[in-house]
């Protein structure tokens, strides 16, 4: 059974930062490419960073030079590094693997206030 638990979100004031994990197992993780999502209130879910299996990283272009996006293939678990958190960035932040099937984590929630 695939499990994707994500972890780490909280409240942060702007221009703070938090680093938000996701602890995969189930699957042979390093062969998995793997990606965090966002979702802010009232709107639809949208991609945020990508890493595949051999680390390369790809960002949407409102978090670039903000958000970092790594993994550790022996603790099988995904990073986020958030710094310079905008109050935009307010959202429910989910992990995606691809192996190549699609799981989903159940969401951890950000909350960045003025």
């Known amino acids: 059974q695939v499990q994707l638990v994500e972890s780490g979100g909280g409240s942060v004031q702007a221009g703070g930062s938090l680093k938000l994990s996701c602890v995969v197992s189930g699957v042979i993780f390093n062969l998995c490419g793997m990606g965090w999502y966002r979702q802010p209130p009232g709107k639809e879910r949208d991609w945020v960073s990508t890493?595949?299996?051999?680390?390369?990283?790809t960002y949407a272009d409102s978090v670039k030079g903000r958000f970092t996006i790594s993994r550790d293939n022996v603790k099988n678990t995904l990073y986020l590094q958030m710094n310079s958190l905008k109050i935009e960035d307010t959202a429910v932040y989910y992990c995606k693997i691809s192996c190549p099937e699609n799981y989903w984590g159940r969401g951890t929630q950000v909350t960045v206030s003025s």
């Open positions: 890493i595949n299996r051999y680390g390369t990283t």
